[in-house]
């Protein structure tokens, strides 16, 4: 230990759960709030971005905590995610899941310090040891409050979360320039063929299922993990708009993987299409040269030669048809598309010509961000460097 530390639970250093008041007690049944759960954190960037109003009679079950400006959040559902975000509105009436540890911190610890601890991968780790439940895995809120935390003295925690806090700047900075990015192709999209559920531009408007040569999914059952397994195994959680993320990715071993490829058999550059769970309707192309598998939570679109995939890519993530086909999904719990509904879909179709102009354009866009995340990855390594430095 070094010298002037101490090892501390969490809970000894954060208010007691008891303190974090119960929304029922603190809000009627028609009071506006604003609800905070897991698919409101952007876990990129750690921060809250999706907040929803709703009157309180009508929120979820699961709206049972009242939390302030300076709370930290902790899912406690799927910790590798790092589902974390500090509060950083003022307003009265913020009411966050129940599948949230919340954290305030007291005089003896920075909040800063306790938030770079939080999402630093020694707690990652030290949670996903305690995981229980294969389909749902979590812990328990007591668990996050059980966690123990290096906490030397205020004037070297905030040393420390001077030397994070920069770093942590540096990476923000560089992922809202991937950001910027990604805004300039959409502006370049609508710049070129217009909103495609509006098609102010006349363009010929096609299902998906005549423009692509196959549309399938992955398979539905549940394979068994190995840990001998050579065959990466991909999943929604790991299909991004930029491509496919591999953190925490599950490998299947050779027997298992060919019976799934057998029937979805992906190629780079084919598309990517999440088809069932909270981010339903994002579409990525395949950046990856080499063969996986599927689960059935991902579709599979195999194009023909009428269409680009940088095209298709780009326009079903435009937010209008993005946010037109998942009001007209089914599901009360999880949002789903069948492929009955995927080889449905209607997209505007320009010319072969004017796609791969637009196809051009964004290839050279990937390129800068292909830069910009080569330092992000740079700085990240960095600070989970520092931070195993400081927190082991």
């Not at 079903?316 to 449905?344: D, F």
């Amino acid at each position: 230990m070094r010298e002037g530390w101490e090892y501390k639970k969490l809970g000894e250093v954060c208010c007691p759960k008891n303190k974090i008041q119960r929304a029922a007690r603190c809000f009627d049944s028609s009071d506006k709030i604003l609800y905070i759960d897991i698919s409101s954190i952007d876990n990129t960037m750690q921060k809250v971005t999706d907040i929803t109003s709703v009157t309180f009679g009508d929120a979820p079950s699961r709206a049972q905590q009242k939390i302030e400006y300076g709370d930290i959040v902790v899912s406690t559902v799927r910790p590798n995610l790092k589902n974390i975000a500090i509060i950083d509105r003022y307003e009265p009436n913020i009411v966050a899941s129940s599948g949230f540890c919340v954290l305030r911190n007291t005089e003896c610890i920075e909040r800063n310090y306790l938030f770079h601890y939080v999402t630093s991968d020694i707690f990652t780790q030290h949670l996903m040891k305690i995981t229980t439940g294969a389909n749902y895995p979590a812990v328990r809120d007591q668990d996050v409050r059980d966690s123990i935390i290096p906490l030397p003295p205020k004037s070297t925690q905030l040393a420390i979360v001077s030397e994070l806090d920069k770093i942590s700047e540096l990476i923000r900075l560089k992922k809202e320039q991937l950001k910027d990015f990604e805004n300039i192709a959409q502006s370049i999209f609508y710049e070129m063929f217009g909103d495609p559920v509006e098609n102010e531009m006349g363009w010929e408007v096609k299902k998906l299922g005549d423009v692509c040569s196959q549309i399938t999914d992955g398979t539905h059952n549940s394979p068994i993990n190995t840990k001998d397994g050579e065959f990466k195994y991909i999943t929604a959680k790991n299909i991004k708009k930029e491509g496919i993320v591999l953190d925490n990715i599950t490998y299947v071993d050779a027997d298992t993987h060919h019976s799934i490829y057998s029937r979805c058999n992906p190629k780079y550059g084919d598309i990517l299409y999440i088809k069932d769970g909270v981010t339903t309707g994002i579409a990525t192309i395949n950046n990856l040269d080499e063969e996986f598998s599927l689960l059935s939570s991902v579709a599979l679109l195999k194009l023909e030669d009428k269409i680009i995939n940088y095209y298709l890519k780009a326009v079903l993530n435009t937010k209008t048809l993005y946010n037109c086909i998942r009001t007209n999904m089914g599901g009360a719990a999880i949002t789903r598309l069948t492929l009955v509904k995927i080889k449905a879909i209607k997209i505007p179709l320009p010319p072969l010509h004017l796609q791969q102009l637009f196809a051009n354009r964004i290839e050279q866009i990937e390129h800068q961000k292909a830069e910009v995340q080569k330092a992000i990855a740079d700085l990240e390594t960095l600070l989970a460097s520092r931070m195993q430095y400081w927190f082991e």
